[in-house]
């Protein structure tokens, strides 16, 4: 549990910086080279390398030597777990919201109730 | 038509949770669901199995609110509270919050935004907390309190089974 709950700290961490966000939206559209991955940014090779290291170190991107050249691939695990908090926090509202749905329903009733009422008094 | 009523909720930036979601209803209904007390404390429920013995709303600037929840099982209280910074009926309500036995760092604010068009109301809450870590929490609890209720729920099936 404690382990898993790092793990999320570090995913959480790594998706905390634009750059490295945008870097995982370039690679959701398949593998990238580091050089391919710093071309739309106004930062040095040595940047992008850093904020590399974080994404593998959260496990969300897997890089690979072929001769060369790094690729970089996305891995979605880590993804698919902040999802399930971001799922658990949503099922814990979507309870309350229909609970309210339910009242505003009722609320819309009385109020036909009570406009028909006064004309029946007028 | 479902889908237009579907929960969305991202954690944006560093510090924020946002919750989106419409509701087939004026503003207005939803303005008064969340600021009349009496309203309130039907729908603002804790995990099943938890009772809201209070909710208190002192709806004016600077004015308290105050909400406790309390396990019908065992009477374990979970409370909190907060002070109104903006009201503006029946648009937007922005609250701080913090709860009495703190399981985030600091305190949160709360901003609460309905907009209508057409008979329904896009509700947006924003979460904003004191750090990275506080919001980490917030959306960790989620689990945390889904894996207490899924308990609850388990000990009534046992408890009806016998």
Not at chain 2, 37 to 44: D, G, I, Q, T, V
Request: hydrophobic share 35%; aromatic share 8%; charged share 35%.
């Amino acid at each position: 549990m404690v382990n898993y709950s790092n793990a999320l700290d570090a995913t959480f961490s790594a998706l905390s910086d634009p750059t490295r966000r945008a870097i995982l939206s370039q690679l959701a559209g398949g593998q990238r080279s580091v050089t391919e991955l710093a071309q739309p940014f106004d930062v040095s090779l040595p940047a992008i390398s850093k904020h590399l290291r974080v994404l593998e170190r959260a496990r969300l991107v897997v890089q690979e030597k072929e001769g060369r050249i790094r690729r970089c691939r996305l891995s979605a695990e880590p993804l698919h777990d902040a999802d399930d908090w971001l799922e658990n926090y949503r099922r814990f509202w979507e309870e309350r919201f229909q609970l309210l749905d339910a009242l505003l329903d009722e609320m819309k009733t009385q109020e036909k109730k009570r406009r028909r009422t006064k004309r029946q008094r007028r | 038509m479902t889908n237009a009523k579907t929960l969305q909720v991202t954690a944006q930036g560093d510090r924020e949770i946002v919750m989106t979601r419409v509701f087939d209803a004026p503003r207005r209904r939803v303005f008064d669901a969340h600021t009349k007390s009496e309203l309130a404390k039907r729908w603002l429920l804790g995990p099943p199995g938890w009772s809201m013995p209070v909710c208190e709303i002192d709806l004016r600037v600077g004015g308290k609110y105050r909400y406790v929840w309390r396990r019908d099982s065992d009477g374990k209280e979970m409370s909190m509270g907060g002070v109104f910074r903006e009201i503006v009926p029946p648009e937007r309500l922005v609250a701080t919050e913090r709860f009495d036995d703190p399981w985030y760092p600091g305190e949160a604010l709360d901003t609460l935004v309905l907009v209508e068009q057409g008979g329904k109301t896009t509700l947006t809450q924003t979460m904003l907390l004191a750090s990275r870590e506080a919001r980490d929490a917030v959306l960790k609890s989620g689990m945390e309190k889904g894996v207490e209720a899924s308990y609850d729920r388990l000990e009534e099936m046992l408890v009806g089974s016998k």
